[in-house]
């Protein structure tokens, strides 16, 4: 069975956070889905402001239904989850997928998406030390580590994780023994 994951993304998301993830996990065989607040491109940054690449999203996010996807992973950069938490469709999308019980990853500032979709009450997390605070006001207990499991939901904290990050994100969704 293919492992079918939607990455949820916008404008200002970190390239890296995106790219090395689904160049990763479609290696590992996963049908990997780009959604973004509309299909086409939008603007990938790094290092949180300076403009990089132009990414496509094959899907608007109000035209994907979170039951055609096993897994999601929410890429950060500081400025996509702000965006993505202020679009009530994106909203319930990933709050959807999560609560469905599905895995779900996120990166760095990606958790700001999980804080408004409120499914971290109780949950053990990481993030971008910047926004610790907003997952403890969240209900979320936040510890400084590579990468953090709990449940369905997987967190890292930053691009430097990735080397961490990107396996554990593979056996996560499913791909991997």
């Avoid at 999203?57 to 993505?84: I, M, N, Q, T, W």
Wanted: proline letters at 6%.
């Amino acid at each position: 069975m293919t492992v079918r994951v939607a990455v949820l993304a916008a404008d200002g998301t970190e390239e890296i956070e995106l790219t090395s993830p689904v160049a990763v996990l479609r290696v590992a065989g996963a049908e990997v889905t780009i959604i973004s607040l509309q299909k086409g491109e939008f603007q990938a940054v790094k290092g949180d402001i300076y403009p990089s690449n132009r990414i496509t999203a094959e899907r608007a996010v109000a035209d994907s239904s979170p039951a055609d996807y096993d897994a999601l992973l929410l890429p950060g950069g500081v400025f996509s989850p702000d965006k993505l938490r202020m679009d009530p469709v994106a909203v319930d999308f990933i709050r959807d997928l999560a609560t469905a019980g599905k895995p779900v990853a996120t990166i760095c500032h990606g958790s700001q998406s999980l804080i408004e979709a409120g499914v971290l009450q109780g949950r053990r997390g990481t993030s971008w030390p910047a926004i610790r605070t907003d997952l403890a006001n969240a209900g979320a207990t936040w510890v400084d580590e590579a990468v953090v499991i709990d449940g369905n939901l997987l967190f890292s904290r930053s691009p430097d994780d990735l080397d961490a990050f990107n396996p554990a994100i593979v056996k996560h969704f499913g791909l991997a023994g």
